[in-house]
């Protein structure tokens, strides 16, 4: 292999597939839980509530309507934990007591539903009210979290987002995210990397569960692709009135996942 092609294994790289490794170990098998509670929710006909805040939120957008991922997730957030148009007032709507709660409220999850909730400290009011009201209404909360990160962050809430989770798929996240330069890391932040990546181990190992069953799992597929458009349609109008967020308005109706 020609030099300029081979993948470094020093350095910054080094140190990312490090912890890519370091996720392995530590959450191998909570992945396969996570996945098989997943897949009990969808053969059920329910919806997987997925919530984060911050940067956070772009774990929400990797879980919801995105090419190859699960049709029937419902995103659990607020416009004000956004930092877009707002940053300073995202950190601010994250911190604020009672918005969490308010979100699921207003989604009113329940059983067979699960809830998602990213959130590399897991200390900040948001995650931990949206995790806890969804495990008092008997929602399993599967929790993407860093223990590493929430042991060493400030503890804004009485409790952690892995207090009230079913399941901790710990990501493995440095205290403060960063790890360029080593020794006294600035930048490179590498949460969201790594819990990418761990949500896509949790959705390869539910397809292989389902298929296990001779079941294959209701997933968006690229609409770039010939027959996307056709099979996302489909989903649209399987999922598209009890998921406001997919812009499809309709009744309820329980279905059943799609056999192979």
Known sequence: MPEARRTPRHGHPGRVRSLLDELDARSGEPIADAAALLLACIEADGIVHVAGAGHSLALVCETFYRAGGLAPVRPLWDPSVLPLGNALGSTHAERTEGLGRSVVRDAAPEPPDVAVVFSTSGRNPYPVEAAEECAARGVPVIAMTSSDASRTAAARAATSLADHATIVVDTAAPPGDVLHPPGA?????????????????????LYELAASRGAEPPCWMSANV???????????????GRIPDLGVPGPRARTEIPRG
């Open 185 to 205: 890391p600035r930048t490179a932040a590498v949460s969201t990397i790594l819990a990418a990546y761990a949500w896509s181990r949790v959705l390869a190992d």
């Open 226 to 240: 010939p027959g996307g458009d056709e099979v996302n349609r489909a989903l649209m109008a399987r999922y598209g």
